[in-house]
């Protein structure tokens, strides 16, 4: 078992930056790939970045690249999303997941490929 606690969402201004943090407890944080995810009401959630369990490799939506940065701290067992050049369109509710994963460098962008998921927070972009 393991558990995900996401912080750092809030309300921004169209083009500004926050920072997400998910912190994981429970197992060994380096055992799982790690993946950040959004969710608006009445659609799919929607993978937004993946990292695998070393970190060697690295995954983003195209609608984040460029914009978008994921990072892990295995000592640490934390993960990030720094957001940049933010839209209105990112606005969203933003899932921290966790792939217990035996193959070192998968990252997947499959929803239902992660075992484990966060509460959720909120990031809404104002024009």
């Known amino acids: 078992q393991v558990q995900l606690v996401e912080s750092g969402g809030g309300l921004v201004q169209a083009g500004g930056s926050l920072r997400l943090s998910c912190a994981a407890s429970g197992r060994t944080f380096s055992s799982f790939a790690m993946g950040w995810f959004r969710q608006t009401p009445g659609k799919e959630r929607e993978f937004v970045a993946g990292?695998?369990?070393?970190?060697?490799?690295?995954v983003y939506a195209d609608s984040v690249k460029g914009r978008f940065t994921i990072a892990r701290d295995n000592a640490k067992n934390t993960v990030a999303l720094q957001m940049n050049s933010l839209k209105r369109e990112d606005t969203a509710v933003y899932y921290c997941?966790?792939?217990?994963?035996?193959?070192?460098?998968?990252?997947?962008?499959?929803?239902?490929?992660?075992?484990?998921w966060g509460q959720g927070t909120q990031v809404t972009v104002s024009s």
């Open positions: 990292i695998s369990r070393s970190g060697s490799r690295i």
């Open positions: 997941a966790a792939d217990r994963t035996g193959v070192t460098v998968l990252v997947t962008t499959t929803p239902d490929d992660y075992d484990y």
